[in-house]
Antibody
Framework: EVQLLESGGGLVQPGGSLRLSCAASGFTFSSYAMSWVRQAPGKGLEWVSGISESGDTTYYADSVKGRFTISRDNSRNTLYLQMSGLRAEDTAVYYC??????????????????WGQGTLVSVSS | IQLTQSPSSLSASVGDRVTFTCRASQGISSHLAWYQQKPGKAPKLLIYAASTLQSGVPSRFSGSGSGTDFTLTISSLQPEDFATYYCQHLNSYPPYTFGQGTKLEIK
């Protein structure tokens, strides 16, 4: 069974740092791109960051660029999100998600499946 | 690319047929996925490539559309379907955009 388990969330002061982890199991982790998605309390989903299978290509939403760093350790089957310069607006549940894809047709289609259960990050003084 | 979902909320009864709409700010071919999210839970994939039903998802769910206009239809609502539904645009590489969601409530 494919499983993603996030950890590392908690309460942090504005300007502080936190590192989230996402432990993957049940699939060949190094063969899949991964992403982080967050959801502020009572709000919708926001894609935050993504990383290629090997980890050599990373992507960020404008809202976190320069403050967050995504990385992965394929030997440990673990995805990370290093967050610094945290702001109140970064308060959210953070989910990791496995990116699946289908290139059998003319076009390449991709989607997120599954998602982890999420870890809550609260930024407050 | 921005995704606009409508309505933002919808009240319906068990057995009803409901349709959600997702509109893209520019053409995205069929690069769209739909997710269901229940309170306190992670999103669950329903549909990918605009109309392909994910394995294990009940056949009462269906997706259609291409270009800028997409729909998710539930043919006969069941009690477990009351949730919030999100569309997402994914292309070969990020950024990946979500719609703002449609909350489906019991009438």
């Amino acid at each position: 069974e494919v499983q993603l388990l996030e950890s590392g969330g908690g309460l942090v002061q504005p300007g502080g740092s936190l590192r989230l982890s996402c432990a993957a199991s049940g699939f060949t982790f190094s063969s899949y791109a991964m992403s982080w998605v967050r959801q502020a309390p009572g709000k919708g989903l926001e894609w935050v960051s993504g990383i290629s299978e090997s980890g050599d290509t990373t992507y960020y939403a404008d809202s976190v660029k320069g403050r967050f760093t995504i990385s992965r350790d394929n030997s440990r089957n673990t995805l990370y999100l290093q967050m610094s310069g945290l702001r109140a607006e970064d308060t959210a549940v953070y989910y990791c998600a496995k990116e699946e894809g289908d290139s059998s047709g003319v076009y390449y289609y991709n989607w997120f499946d599954p998602w982890g259960q999420g870890t809550l990050v609260s930024v407050s003084s | 690319i921005q995704l606009t979902q409508s309505p933002s909320s919808l009240s319906a009864s068990v057995g009803d047929r409901v349709t959600f709409t997702c509109r893209a700010s520019q053409g995205i071919s069929s690069h769209l996925a739909w997710y269901q999210q229940k309170p306190g839970k992670a999103p669950k994939l329903l549909i990918y490539a605009a109309s392909t039903l994910q394995s294990g998802v009940p056949s009462r769910f269906s997706g259609s559309g291409s270009g800028t206009d997409f729909t998710l239809t539930i043919s006969s609502l069941q009690p477990e379907d009351f949730a919030t539904y999100y569309c997402q645009h994914l292309n070969s590489y990020p950024p990946y955009t979500f719609g703002q969601g449609t909350k489906l409530e019991i009438k």
